[in-house]
């Protein structure tokens, strides 16, 4: 969701603030400002639109002070204008904060502080916390923020800076994102470690409930109480060049060629001596459990649905899918006899995060697949399996998706191994098989020449379907996802076997149907299932396995995917798919790395 950021130090922060918000573009927004503490007053300059605009109404400006905050933000409450962009300052100019989350107890807030004579001039939630700073405040800056703090119900991620307190930033973190950087001389906060990593790759992580004074020497974290405690110290492992295009268009497009790079760091670690060994999993007891829940959103979850078919197959433990934005108001049926695995990229998925305190409210442990070390579901979690993937900064997902399901895949080759539900010779062949999966996705990629091709051919349907059957089937549910996030077209997956049922009837002569036909054991199934379109009049273009001739006379058009091990074939087949998205988006014209309406990390319900 929002963006936000902050700086203390030796230099200019105009600049360092709008860098960073370019860098956390990806995270989708509407509006952008910054917040300039300088001389004992703070400056604020914001806009509707994008960070180009703020810019352009700061490059005349001379903005010399060393601290302040800057906020990307995506509107949720108020409509996408500069009266309801970030940062909001008190009517004395004395505060100015930004703010990512929702506050969930704003209108009863917002109400007691009118009647004691606060004005708002926005349609926000945030904009109760600056009058409620200027309300509590009777010079000590870190008293007034605790008692805000209080004050606030929901998730929430702040930024704030006071005129009194030259050189001073805090930093408040309750389920929402928010790391500090550590510098020389100089100190940053940012919702995501991409807004300064160019700066420093040393690293604070604040858990929920806790908040930083930050100057530029000194950093000190409390507690609720205001007690303090001792700063959680990491280093990034990966640099700015990470995620930079590097020569490519679109991050996404970048993204989708780094795949094989991001497997081999999920994978190769993971196998020792021949035998798959993931680390973390020390403690947990497979043999205790009577059913596995996986809990996850959008493309995440699409990946669970991959590791249902994976997990029951190996492991034969009855294994459900539960949608994370669901789970919670279900009432689920999970217990400590039920192992919860909770799959986020970021890390800091609102729904994931409220699934997760639900199963552990029940007694069941949670074991979480994640991309960011030291995130809230990693933190929350009792067993962690990093993807290892590097930063992802396109808002559709790809080589996130794919280490998500090749970690699956690793959980369930060690989990059979442990639960004897498969010999060794096959443990040694499913272990090869993952060891290989770097070079098939790669070989997927060198295969994919003709997308570009296809996607010219096909870019101006307004709706089409994909179909498969089992992994095939788990496969069509994110290529149609690809597809509608990036290109607004309407896509729906169907399990091919579905199409009888009803489907059919929207089948009409030219109508483009996507065939995923790799999962060797119902490949014929599938078959059968394009000749039912093929006899309507639809257009079909296949997805076959390297060598599978038969489908040629089938289908109008075959994109062909390299030969692997059936289990693992969700990971190799979705590349085309990738790409065919990505090239009919750009087809469209369309935003490709910033689809409307959508934003990478999803933090408030």
């Known amino acids: 969701m929002c963006g936000i950021i902050g700086y203390t130090g030796k230099n200019r922060a105009c600049e360092i603030l709008i860098d960073g918000l370019r860098r956390l573009e990806y995270r989708g927004y509407d509006s952008a400002g910054v917040s300039i503490l300088d001389g004992g007053e703070i400056s604020t300059v914001k806009t509707k639109g994008r ?13 010399m002070g060393t601290t302040g905050i800057g906020h990307t933000r995506w509107a949720t409450h108020g409509a996408p204008n500069d009266t309801n962009a970030h940062p909001h300052m008190s009517k004395d100019g004395r505060f100015a904060i930004v703010h990512n989350g929702i506050i969930e107890n704003y209108e009863l807030l917002r109400e007691k502080l009118t009647k004691r004579g606060f004005e708002f001039q926005s349609e926000t939630d945030s904009e109760v916390v600056v009058n409620l700073l200027d309300y509590y405040y009777n010079g000590d800056f870190k008293e007034a923020v605790m008692k805000v703090i209080t004050r606030l119900e929901g998730s929430f991620a702040l930024g704030i800076v006071c005129a009194d307190y030259p050189g001073k930033l805090f930093a408040v973190k309750s389920m929402s994102p928010l790391i500090i950087g550590v510098g020389v001389g100089e100190n940053y906060f940012a919702s995501d470690v991409t807004a300064f990593i160019g700066h420093t790759k040393n690293i604070i992580h604040l858990d929920d409930g806790q908040f930083a004074e930050i100057t530029p020497n000194e950093i000190n974290v409390y507690d609720p109480l205001g007690r303090r405690v001792e700063p959680k110290y990491s280093k990034v492992t990966w640099d700015a060049e990470a995620a930079e295009k590097g020569g490519y268009d679109h991050f996404m497009l970048k993204e989708i060629m780094e795949q094989p790079r991001a497997l081999e760091a999920t994978i190769n670690p993971r196998v020792k001596n021949g035998k798959v060994s993931p680390e973390g999993l020390d403690g947990l007891c497979l043999e205790k459990f009577r059913r596995i829940v996986i809990t996850a959103c959008g493309s995440a979850y699409h990946a669970g649905v991959v590791g249902k078919y994976v997990i029951e197959e190996l492991c ?34 609102a729904d994931t995060l409220a699934a997760m305190r639900e199963a552990k409210k ?175 009049g639809a257009n079909v273009l296949g997805v076959a396995r390297e060598g599978d001739r038969t489908i040629v006379a089938e289908a109008d058009d075959v ?47």
């Open 51 to 63: 960070i180009d605009a703020l810019a352009e109404k700061l490059k005349d400006a001379q903005h």
């Open 559 to 605: 994109i062909f995917v390299p030969n692997t091990e059936p289990l693992f074939m969700a990971i190799p087949e979705i590349i085309p798919m990738q790409l065919f998205a990505y090239y009919v988006a750009k087809e469209n014209g369309c935003d490709i790395d910033k689809p409307k309406n959508l934003a990478k990390s999803v933090t408030v319900e």
């Open 316 to 349: 034969r433990i009855p294994t459900e899918t539960a949608l994370a934005s669901e789970f919670r108001y279900s009432d689920p049926i999970v217990d400590k006899d039920t192992l919860v695995i909770a799959i986020s990229q970021s890390g800091e998925t």
């Open 362 to 536: 029940r007694g069941a442990p949670v074991l979480a697949i994640v991309n960011v070390v030291g995130s809230s579901v990693a933190t929350l979690a009792d067993y962690v399996l990093y993807t290892w993937a590097g930063p992802e900064i396109a808002v559709a997902t790809t080589k996130g998706y794919t280490t998500q399901v090749a970690m699956l895949s690793v959980f369930a080759v060690w989990a059979a191994s442990r639960l004897g539900t498969i010999t060794p010779e096959r443990e040694a062949e499913l272990t090869h098989a993952l060891c290989e999966l770097p070079e098939r996705v790669q070989r997927a990629i060198d295969l994919s020449s003709n997308i570009s091709r296809i996607a010219h051919a096909n870019y101006k349907h307004s709706s089409l379907f994909f179909i498969g059957r089992n992994i095939d089937y788990a496969c069509c549910l994110e290529a149609s996802l690809k597809l509608k996030e990036i290109s607004y077209i309407h896509s729906e997956a169907y399990a091919a076997g579905e199409l009888k049922h009803g489907t059919i009837a929207l089948i009409s002569p030219e109508q483009l149907v996507i065939a995923i036909a790799c999962y060797e054991g119902l490949r014929e199934k599938t078959m059968s299932n394009i000749q039912q379109v093929k006899a309507r």
